[in-house]
């Protein structure tokens, strides 16, 4: 039977115990409401995409407490999505981070050349706190796929019931609008290719990378480590 708490000290260390024992959680962040759980977990994962009826061959992203878990993955920031991060992270940004051989998460999208990884610091305190007692989460908006976003735990619960042991309710998010995903392109123009309309405008990120370019002349476009992915969901 599913559980709503608000957010407080008993609340984290369920939410904690749920993801460690393999279940799935709502959590508000600094958009929609998400439906989460352990990236580590592939038994979970499942779970997660059974939730949603969504396909497992989508992308998920990784909720992070601060952008410098990112490297404690495995995960790397490319240019100029290094850049970006630094100026809209936390926040609804969510660049492709590419993953090393070595990490242990089991969200990566395995593509010809590259392994990626989405990934998401959040900006709300909420979030951080919950995020804090679980540590990083896979995640997905908390609706069934097709439907539209939860803006609190009401809507949510109605589309996802039972299969979530615990829904953690801090009121209404900002959304309907999710994140803007991003990922570097070779090919791209400014060296990104914008995956997800979101949040944060694209007339935004063009000015932060051309600002940083000014800075670094024209051949900061061409910098080692950029990559042609161009994962579509996430």
């Known amino acids: 039977m599913s559980e709503i708490r608000s957010i407080d000290d008993d609340s984290l260390a369920l939410a904690a115990d749920c993801i460690h024992e393999g279940r799935l959680i709502v959590m508000p962040t600094d958009t929609v409401y998400g439906i989460a759980c352990d990236p580590f977990n592939d038994i979970a994962i499942d779970a997660l995409f059974e939730a949603k009826r ?10 992070l407490a601060s952008s410098e878990e990112i490297a404690r993955l495995d995960l790397s920031l490319p240019y100029p999505l290094d850049v970006l991060s630094a100026s809209l992270l936390p926040g609804a940004f969510s660049p492709i981070c590419i993953a090393s051989a070595d990490t242990q998460l089991q969200t990566i999208k395995v593509e010809p050349t590259v392994r990626t990884q989405a990934i998401r610091v959040p900006d709300a305190d909420g979030t951080r706190r919950i995020l804090a007692a679980t540590g990083p989460l896979a995640a997905s908006s908390a609706n069934v796929s097709g439907m539209q976003s939860a803006q609190n735990v009401q809507e949510a619960m109605e589309q996802l019931g039972d299969s979530v042991a615990l829904y953690l309710d801090a009121g209404p998010t900002p959304g309907p609008v999710a994140s803007t995903v991003v990922a570097a392109s070779s090919t791209g123009k400014d060296g990104i290719a914008i995956l997800r309309q979101g949040v944060i405008p694209e007339s935004q990120l063009r000015d ?27």
């Open 54 to 63: 969504r396909s497992r061959s989508k992308s998920l992203q990784v909720l």
């Open 208 to 234: 932060i990378i051309h600002a940083n370019a000014s800075l670094l002349g024209s051949h900061a476009f061409h910098r080692p480590g950029a990559s042609g992915s161009a994962e579509t969901s996430a």
